[in-house]
């Protein structure tokens, strides 16, 4: 395989696409596939036209997003934007869709890949940011999973937890990315929760209305990203509060704790604090302590070392930070944050600067090059 060929060939496949009309996000999508089917292919049947096959294969790709896009937005428009409170009211067929690409032939890992793709309507490169993996190793994973199923009949479900799996990504790529996917994602947990009795669909359907009743406060009237500690909690929904909270509280008198009760435990701690100062940081602690013995998760790693330093102070905080490796996503962000807490302005405004270089969209990259500027404000420069 020539490498270098598919390197030289890249930029001209790309361009070809969007000069058909596919948005340049779409494109590199569609010729990231096309590169992985010619590693696969083209060992044993090279092609006499190697940029021909590519664009011809980058370009059936790109029609086939469009069209799953095409659909998942069709069905989105079902659905108002706001999710109404209790059981819902009608079934589609996505939730069976979710069960069939989580097939049992497939990794978990690799189900979900592939769900977040064809149906989720995710691009390759937001579901690698989801799973901290470069873009390429992504786009080879959801191809391999196309290949296996290819040949498979879909009349096997997968499993709960992988459609558990697939739903939270999706919830949290719509409330925090380039897709506004947190309302489906909640209307889809909630036929879940009606059809499956377990305490960890009940567990992600109360962390997803948790999270969301905060959705109004999180962003100014300029678009500007506000932290929790911030918003103004009387924009908060109330009423989803109370529906996630009670939802919560059945699931865990159930005694059967798993990562979605625990992660909706801490959000419902956030939610009943009056004033980011009245925050119950040690119970949070604890429930940190609970995911990290169930998923041993390094984002779950470093979100407990913030809530460290709230609870026992600052250096305390750094120093469950400086255990964690620091490509973590937004590590250098709650450096930055600890160290301004414990005085150190000077590090802190670099760590902002330099968390701001590395920020995954353009409102947190705002936000932090803000608090930089503020800093340094306050130091004269």
């Not at 294969?57 to 069905?75: E, H, Q, S, Y």
């Not at 962003?219 to 989803?240: E, F, H, K, Y």
């Amino acid at each position: 395989m020539d490498e270098a060929l598919l390197r030289s060939l890249t930029p001209g496949v790309l361009g070809i696409l969007v000069r058909r009309g596919a948005d340049f996000a779409a494109a590199e999508d569609a010729v990231q596939d096309a590169l992985v089917e010619a590693v696969r292919v083209w060992p044993e049947d090279p092609p006499r036209d190697a940029k021909g096959w590519l664009v011809t294969v980058a370009w059936r790709r790109f029609l086939d997003a469009t069209r799953a896009d095409t659909a998942r937005r069709r069905r989105e428009d079902l659905v108002e934007e706001e999710p109404a409170a209790g059981p819902a009211s009608a079934v589609d067929d996505t939730l069976r869709l979710y069960f069939l690409c989580a097939h049992p032939s497939l990794t978990p890992s690799s189900a979900v890949a592939l769900t977040l793709r064809a149906v989720g309507g995710l691009t390759t490169r937001q579901i690698a940011r989801a799973y901290l993996v470069p873009e390429a190793t992504m786009a080879q994973r959801i191809s391999r999973a196309k290949r296996t199923v290819s040949g498979v009949r879909f009349d096997r479900p997968g499993d709960v937890a992988t459609v558990l799996r697939v739903l939270y990504l999706v919830f949290n790529e719509g409330y925090s990315g380039d897709v506004d996917l947190a309302a489906e994602a909640i209307r889809l947990t909630r036929q879940l929760a009606a059809r499956v009795d377990h305490p960890e669909v009940a567990g992600l359907l109360a962390l997803m209305l948790l999270h969301h009743a905060r959705r109004a406060a999180r962003t100014g009237p300029d678009g500007s990203l506000v932290p929790l500690a911030d918003q103004d909690r009387s924009r908060w929904d109330t009423a989803s509060i109370a529906e996630g909270v009670a939802i919560l509280q059945a699931a865990l008198a159930r005694d059967r704790l798993g990562e979605f009760q625990a992660q909706a435990a801490v959000a419902a701690l956030h939610a009943d604090a009056p004033s980011a100062e009245d925050t119950d940081w040690v119970q949070i602690v604890e429930w940190y302590d609970e995911l990290v013995r169930l998923t041993d998760n390094p984002v779950v790693r470093l979100n407990r070392a913030v809530a460290v330093g709230e609870a026992d102070g600052p250096r305390a905080g750094l120093t469950a930070l400086a255990a964690l490796d620091d490509s973590l996503p937004r590590h250098t962000a709650a450096a930055a944050y600890l160290h301004e807490r414990d005085g150190d302005l000077t590090t802190a405004a670099r760590l902002y600067a330099e968390a701001a270089n590395k920020a995954p969209d353009l409102a947190e990259r705002d936000h932090l090059t803000r608090q930089a500027a503020r800093l340094n404000a306050r130091l004269g420069r």
